[in-house]
């Protein structure tokens, strides 16, 4: 996974801090099987509650892989470097919020690209509202970006974006837009902006002002309207502690 860089270390950071908690979820034919394995992907936010390290992504996204695995066989699923049964590993799946939860508990520590450090821990819970006057960062990794460099081998590029105005707010849900010219944007290794599927359980987080200025989770990526340059977002409130949902 790769992604770009700032001149100025205080951009650098709010461009890319949300990045450092999520992963490429992908399922599909091995990429060590084939030189073209066909897959789809989506992004997985990476959290921790006590002594329970969860996984999230959407919905739809495990629907898929349900979707295909039924139809063949040899179906992998993998969360950046790790492969397992995300139906052994499912906690609760919500379509309603197109939320998926799994537990990733038995692969912290024991897989080496999987550590606690990859795990936001949120200060409180659930997290304070979000109003139309907050300023928010988000990432995940776009599809079309993903590359298949040899037998085995995926390379996958992070979009992170730090400083996105809340266009809308209601009861479970918010919206954004990336507005790519007046956003701190983080665009890589020469990559053009163009669709943004693929991002799809991302995380999102606000900047909340306070002694320092710190960031919160408060959603999860569910929906990007390309043509009309509009990000719903799942309010992070609907997610209870045990990663069920309310």
């Known amino acids: 996974m790769e992604n770009g860089s700032f001149a100025n270390p205080f951009f650098e950071e709010i461009s890319h801090y949300a990045v450092r908690f999520a992963q490429p979820v992908f ?37 898929g892989y349900r979707e295909m695995h039924a139809a063949r066989a040899g179906i992998i ?21 197109d939320l998926a939860t799994f537990n990733l508990t038995p ?16 200060l409180a819970w659930p997290p304070s509202e979000i109003s139309e006057d907050d300023i928010l960062c988000l990432a995940g990794f776009p599809g079309i970006w993903r590359e298949q460099l040899s037998l085995g081998y995926l390379r996958f590029y992070s979009f992170s974006s730090g400083t996105n105005e809340v266009h809308a707010v209601s009861e479970d849900r918010f919206v954004t837009r990336i507005e790519a010219e007046n956003s701190r944007v983080a665009i ?9 599927g693929g991002l799809s359980g991302g995380p999102v987080f606000c900047w909340r002002k306070s002694e320092l200025l710190r960031a919160e989770l408060v959603g999860f990526i569910y929906e990007y309207q390309e043509n009309l340059d509009i990000m719903y977002i799942r309010a992070a409130k609907v997610l209870n502690q045990d990663g069920t949902f309310r």
């Open 27 to 63: 399922f599909g034919d091995s990429p060590t099987s084939s030189y073209a394995a066909s897959l789809q992907s989506g992004t997985m936010t990476l959290l921790k509650f006590n002594n329970l390290f969860i996984g999230v992504t959407c919905q739809h996204v495990l629907a």
């Open 77 to 97: 699923f993998q969360i950046g470097h790790t492969q397992l049964d995300p139906l052994k590993q499912l906690i609760a799946e919500d379509p309603q919020n």
């Open 107 to 122: 692969f912290v520590k024991t897989e080496n690209r999987m550590t606690e450090a990859n795990f936001i821990e949120p």
């Open 188 to 196: 890589n290794d020469g990559k053009v902006l163009g669709s943004l």
